[in-house]
C-alpha cells in the first residue's frame, strides 16, 4: 500500500459504513444487561443491526459490483465495510463472497492484505477449521483465548506474511483494548462491536 486515501470517490456510502458500525458499537455497549441473559452473549439488539448492517453491505456491494475499497469510501469506509463483514456470522456463505471480493479489492490496491487475513481467518473459524493468521479469539471467564491455528509454531511468520504484527505485541493490545469491558463474551476479532480483537493497520 502507497499511503491512505484522503478523499472518497463515494463519500455518501463512506458516511453510511462508518455510521453504521458507530451506531452498532454504541447499540453493544447500551445492550448489556440484555447480553448477560442472551445464551449466546450478543442480545436482541445487536442481533438486529448485525442483520441490518450485512443486508446494507449486500445493497452496496452490489451497487458497486464489487468490494467498497478506499478509492470509493476512503480507508476508515473500507475498515467499517470490513467489520460489517467480520460481524455477518449468520451468514457464511455471504462472508464467504465478501472474502473473493475483498482479495479481488487487495490485487487492485483497495485494500490492505491485514484486512482479507481477517475476513479470511474468520471464514474459516466460522467452518470449523483452525485459522491461518491467529486474528481471532475467543472471550471466556475474562481471558482471550485464540481459536486453533493451522501452524502455530509458524503464525508470527504467517502474520508477517501479511502485514501483521507479532503474535505476542498484538494480545498486549488485545487484553488492553477489550478486557477492560464486564460480561462480555463471544467471538474477538478487529471489529469494534460485536467482534473484537486486533485493528489492522489501513
Sequence with gaps: MTGKVRTPGRPEIARDLIGRVEAAAATWRASAH???????GIGQAPRHAIAADAQALRRIVARLSGWPGRTLVGDDGCQAALTIALNSDHDL??????????????????????????????????????????????????QLEMYPVSDLAGLDQQRASVGLPPRHDQAVLLKQHHLTEPGRAGAASDAPAPALGERTAA
Design 34 to 40: 440484555e447480553r448477560e441473559a442472551d445464551p449466546e
Design 93 to 142: 456463505a455471504f462472508q464467504l463472497t465478501l472474502l473473493h471480493l475483498l482479495a479481488e479489492a487487495v490485487r487492485r490496491g483497495d485494500a490492505t492484505t491485514a484486512q482479507w487475513a481477517h475476513l479470511h481467518d474468520r471464514c474459516l473459524v466460522r467452518s470449523g477449521r483452525p485459522q491461518r493468521y491467529g486474528t481471532q479469539y475467543w472471550l471466556r471467564d475474562g
